[in-house]
């Protein structure tokens, strides 16, 4: 195992793996920007470096400075936790270069798989299914409108190098596809600094579900069951719960097997996560690869009983997986809600300020993942996330029980500072997710009644 561990990351997800390598005995390096010296995870760290001022692009996202701080606190490892660096395969690279062991895949492996073209090809070629489409980027629009007429609208035109929910758009008519494909490569270009796009057909009413896989040095795979990701905003998760409801048992293992079989097949090394869209008739279709850990991975962890992390850092110092396939079983039902500083009424616009109260739930099987605390502040810098809450019980009713009465537990109050908690309370009542038949159109369906009757 290793000596010192430099995170390479910020906010709860910094802190979360700082605990997990405490746990282990490993000595916890964190870098910070200006923004952020107070933070939590800096004052858990044994050391801390800053890297730079508040803006991203010159602090958690400036390689050199990352780089300097794995040198300055003399550490053998780097784990990049998610978003930033954590895939960049030139990060990966870089530290291979500089004799740090990366706790995540190889460079090769992130650079085919965060790739969607090249991805795409990856799992074709290993048997997963996709949905109609191209799987080489497109190389202008009279080449999309051919496949768009050719597949039927609607269609989704994607960023090959999107992620997160960006890069992306949903185009229902042939008349607005040259406009809407100019925007989406002028988009791609200005967030990712690549315009390449391919195109597939859009599923209005799919549920999201994922696959988290973990994958050895030695060739071992196997996977932790499925996680249904459905309700989002902006095409971004807001309510992840493990399993996945009403998926026959059948689909559960073909998922499973395909996850599995396609990341062995790239020469994936650490924790991955493998995405699927499901139609109303329980097919299921490849859609991406996430070459780290997820903000979700809470409910998977209540439900195996596994740290991911510390199987991270496991696989990532040379160890084989510890259980095969047979030996793992899910016991009950977890859901995991992300509160946000920000404002459903005004298009979940961020609220970024000073935090005067903060009361966060406790109780039986609750788990709240946060670095923030009364007094500090949500910076305007970066992402609104404020804190994962996650609930366990025996079975999904009583779970969604738990997270109602948690989430009635949670104060936030700061000037001008709004959370997304009541907006979750209502889509937790929503009939279709209280009956585990809603799929990603449900944020969509609640936006469109009136403010009555949510």
């Known amino acids: 195992m290793f000596h010192t561990v430099l995170i390479a990351n910020r906010g709860e997800i910094a802190l979360r793996v700082a605990r997990t390598c405490r746990e282990l005995g490993l000595r916890v390096a964190a870098v910070y920007s200006t923004e952020d010296r107070d933070s939590a995870v800096v004052r858990f760290a044994d050391q801390a470096v800053c890297v730079g001022p508040g803006p991203a692009r010159h602090s958690y996202l400036y390689l050199p400075a990352i780089m300097e701080a794995a040198r300055q606190t ?67 629009a009279e080449a999309v409108a051919k496949v768009a007429a050719d597949i039927g609208y609607p269609v989704i035109v994607k960023a090959v190098a999107g992620g997160g929910g960006r890069g992306m758009q949903v185009v229902n008519d042939p008349d607005d596809l040259p406009r809407q494909y100019r925007e989406i490569r002028s988009t791609a270009q200005s967030l990712f600094g690549d315009d390449r796009v391919y195109v597939e057909r859009y599923l209005p009413a799919a549920r999201h579900v994922e696959v988290q896989v973990l994958c050895d040095q030695h060739g071992n795979g196997l996977h932790l069951g499925q996680r249904d990701c459905s309700v989002q905003r902006r095409r971004q998760k807001i309510i992840e719960e493990s399993p996945a409801p009403g998926l026959p048992p059948e689909v559960v293992e073909q998922m499973g097997g395909a996850a599995v079989r396609g990341l062995l097949a790239a020469g994936y090394v650490g924790a991955g996560t493998v995405e699927f869209l499901v139609d109303d008739q329980q097919r299921f ?163 469109s009644q009136p403010r009555e009757e949510q």
């Open 74 to 140: 003399g550490a053998d490892a780097v784990h990049p936790g998610y978003g930033f660096l954590s895939e960049q395969p030139d990060f990966a690279e870089a530290c291979a270069a500089a004799g740090l062991t990366f706790v995540g895949p190889p460079a090769g492996v992130i650079d085919q798989l965060g790739d969607k073209s090249t991805a795409r090809a990856a799992m074709a070629e290993a048997g997963l299914p996709l949905l109609p489409g191209t799987i080489e980027p497109v190389a202008d």
């Open 285 to 447: 279709y490849f859609m991406e690869v996430n070459c780290r850990i997820q903000v979700e991975h809470p409910v998977t962890e209540m439900t195996h009983g596994i740290d991911i992390v510390r199987e991270q850092l496991r696989i990532a110092a040379g160890e084989r997986i510890a259980a095969t396939q047979q030996e793992l079983a899910a016991r009950g039902w977890a859901i995991e809600c992300r509160i946000n500083a920000e404002d459903p009424t005004r298009d979940f616009m961020p609220t970024p300020g000073a935090l005067t109260t903060l009361d966060f739930p406790g109780g039986p099987f609750v788990r709240v993942d946060t670095a923030a605390v009364a007094g500090g502040r949500i910076s305007a810098a970066y992402d609104p996330l404020l804190a994962k809450i996650a609930v366990w019980a025996p079975d999904r009713p009583q779970a969604i029980s738990r997270m109602r009465r948690a989430l009635s537990e949670l104060v936030v109050e700061g000037p001008g500072v709004s959370t997304n908690r009541d907006f979750l309370l209502t889509a937790l009542d929503h009939p279709l997710f209280v009956a585990g038949t809603h799929d990603t159109s449900l944020v969509e369906r609640l936006n």
